[in-house]
């Protein structure tokens, strides 16, 4: 009787220490969350309350690269430096595959809790890094429903097109086009043209000769606007010979910076392409005919 009455202390405090351990959650949101990638910046600026997001990349301020420029003048930026890291002490830092190789293994070995998120090539695996965002950062709810939004309205675009596509092609300095597989080719096919340049077999971004332009004679070439440090490889989408194509329909078509990244801004791409196919090539019926 004596050892069954030493035993039960122990034994209660053993039942209440699990008890305490089952409250607790196993994982609490991250109170400062650092971005070191312009493509994380967007989805943490989309996502997180406004005293979450202690700072995001440089590149998030500059307007021919991030559609939420103007969002980002609120928050500090860093240039992706472990020492800048250390200083601001975050509980997530989130970052690109592609970003600061050297800096993000640093800050893994040192113990930082690094995220890192491949770049989007295409409209359908935005909703999925928009989740996993929000899962980290503690914003499901809120990222659940933009993830629900995008999708739903990706639907109702492709249930309303009709006839056959216009071609396209998304052409940009040096005379580089986009190609099958990357977020541009995604966007065009989405709004109900058809990409030129996947349709001649061109793969990722690659190179697309000017004679091959004026020959196909697209319905629509889209350009960059021009930057602020010009370049002799920006005149090639204005060459003289594709001004003259009589049909082709020429400019900068999508929101500067839209294509840049698969995050859920990048809708706006697919909204300006959709009025633009309506204008060119309405719908039997539509009121724009």
């Known amino acids: 009787?004596?050892?069954?009455?030493?035993?039960?202390?122990?034994?209660?405090?053993?039942?209440?220490?699990?008890?305490?351990?089952?409250?607790?959650?196993?994982?609490?949101?991250?109170?400062?969350?650092?971005?070191?990638?312009?493509?994380?910046?967007?989805?943490?600026?989309?996502?997180?309350?406004?005293?979450?997001?202690?700072?995001?990349?440089?590149?998030?301020?500059?307007?021919?690269?991030?559609?939420?420029?103007?969002?980002?003048?609120?928050?500090?930026?860093?240039?992706?430096?472990?020492?800048?890291?250390?200083?601001?002490?975050?509980?997530?830092?989130?970052?690109?595959?592609?970003?600061?190789?050297?800096?993000?293994?640093?800050?893994?070995?040192?113990?930082?809790?690094?995220?890192?998120?491949?770049?989007?090539?295409?409209?359908?695996?935005?909703?999925?890094?928009?989740?996993?965002?929000?899962?980290?950062?503690?914003?499901?709810?809120?990222?659940?429903?933009?993830?629900?939004?995008?999708?739903?309205?990706?639907?109702?675009?492709?249930?309303?097109?009709?006839?056959?596509?216009p071609t396209m092609i998304a052409y940009d300095q040096n005379g580089i086009a986009s190609g099958r597989g990357t977020l541009a080719d995604s966007v065009i096919r989405a709004a109900g043209f058809a990409n030129l340049a996947a349709e001649m077999d061109i793969v990722g971004v690659a190179p697309f000769p000017l004679e091959q332009v004026i020959t196909a004679q697209p319905d629509v070439i889209n350009v960059n606007v021009g930057h602020t440090a010009p370049t002799l490889g920006e005149y090639v989408p204005r060459h003289p010979a594709i001004a003259a194509l009589p049909d082709t329909r020429i400019g900068a078509f999508v929101p500067e910076g839209s294509l840049s990244c698969g995050t859920p801004s990048v809708i706006e791409a697919v909204r300006a392409l959709v009025a633009l196919r309506a204008e060119i090539a309405p719908c039997p019926g539509s009121a724009t005919q």
């Not at 209440?16 to 989805?43: E, F, H, I, W, Y």
């Not at 595959?97 to 293994?105: E, G, I, P, Q, R």
Request: with cysteine.
């Open 1 to 165: 009787m004596l050892k069954r009455r030493k035993r039960l202390p122990r034994l209660s405090g053993l039942v209440l220490l699990v008890g305490a351990l089952l409250v607790v959650p196993v994982s609490a949101s991250p109170k400062r969350v650092m971005s070191l990638n312009l493509c994380t910046d967007q989805l943490a600026m989309t996502l997180a309350e406004p005293d979450q997001l202690v700072s995001v990349s440089f590149l998030a301020r500059e307007p021919s690269l991030s559609m939420l420029h103007e969002k980002a003048q609120r928050y500090p930026v860093n240039h992706g430096l472990a020492e800048e890291v250390f200083l601001e002490n975050p509980d997530l830092i989130v970052t690109g595959t592609y970003s600061l190789h050297n800096t993000t293994a640093m800050l893994k070995r040192l113990g930082f809790h690094v995220e890192e998120f491949s770049f989007a090539q295409t409209l359908e695996t935005i909703p999925g890094e928009v989740r996993r965002m929000g899962a980290l950062i503690g914003q499901e709810k809120r990222a659940e429903t933009i993830a629900d939004d995008f999708t739903r309205e990706l639907e109702a675009i492709a249930a309303g097109q009709c006839g056959k596509a």
